[in-house]
């Protein structure tokens, strides 16, 4: 596979899975954020699909993925489909990266499967709750999925920081498809995952290499906290200047260089 093909489909359990990049190179597994989608990425991967083999996968409730009301959005369930997903499509080991909640279904993944993640980049992902320091979503569910784009722009709003960034309208637009039961559940189960044990805790026992990338104007989790994954040992904590929650949507030519050196130290 060329590194510029995009192959969609959908796995067994009708996760919605994109592959980029030559089959042979290191595999590189991108898991975004709440109401977000494979298409976070879009940015990113062909700065990354020359060199390695980049798989993104909408988690259930996101994206082109199902949105069931009667299955668990748990983090540890989630880590599970993903897990299983990789499994199907022969992948013995991959970097595991994930943004902002994503980061927990990381996390989770490389605590079910340790055979399978070789090392974790966290992309402003707090390390718990008390990190957490955006406005409550402002949302009824007799509005949902009505919103205008400016209302949904504004839910969004602390998800991105630099002057002038305009949210995508195809964001805006998988944000719409969503849900209001995926949406709602889907933040409680990382709620839930994160009051258990924090971030920091979790990954310390694991003996993973660790990359942790922070905009130091993210405006969803307070910045400082990203110093708190330094009790995981030999943690590489890389905070980027001007820059908000989404590093590879506002500036993905930093973001990809960072994860590019970190991988290849970790695959050296």
């Not at 995508?168 to 944000?175: K, Q």
């Not at 993973?208 to 910045?223: A, N």
Request: net charge negative; glycine share 8%; hydrophobic share 40%.
């Amino acid at each position: 596979m060329s590194p510029s093909d995009s192959k969609p489909h959908l796995d067994g359990d009708g996760l919605h899975v994109r592959q980029d990049g030559p089959r042979e190179a290191p595999v590189l597994l991108l898991i975004h954020g709440s109401a977000s989608s494979v298409r976070s990425w879009d940015a990113l991967v062909p700065l990354l699909a020359a060199s390695y083999r980049v798989i993104r996968v909408d988690l259930l409730g996101h994206g082109r993925s199902p949105k069931p009301d009667d299955l668990s959005y748990a983090v540890p369930e989630q880590a599970r489909r993903v897990g299983e997903t990789l499994d199907r499509l022969g992948v013995r080991s991959a970097v595991v990266v994930g943004h902002s909640s994503g980061g927990a279904t990381a996390t989770a993944l490389a605590e079910r499967r340790p055979d399978l993640v070789r090392a974790l980049v966290l992309v402003n992902s707090g390390p718990g709750l008390h990190a957490y320091i955006a406005p409550p979503m402002a949302i009824e569910p007799s509005q949902w999925p009505d919103l205008t784009d400016e209302q949904l722009r504004e839910f969004a709003s602390s998800a991105f920081s630099r002057a002038g960034y305009t949210i995508p309208r195809e964001l805006l637009d998988e944000v719409r498809e969503m849900t209001f039961h995926s949406l709602v559940s889907t933040m409680q189960g990382t709620s839930e995952y994160l009051t258990e044990k924090a971030l920091p805790d979790r990954l310390a026992c694991l003996g993973k290499p660790l990359l942790v990338i922070f905009g130091e104007d993210d405006r969803r989790w307070r910045p400082s906290s990203a110093a708190e994954y330094g009790i995981v040992p030999d943690a590489r904590i890389v905070m980027l200047p001007g820059i908000g929650h989404s590093p590879m949507l506002e500036d993905p030519p930093s973001t990809a260089a960072q994860i590019s050196s970190f991988v290849e130290d970790v695959v050296r």
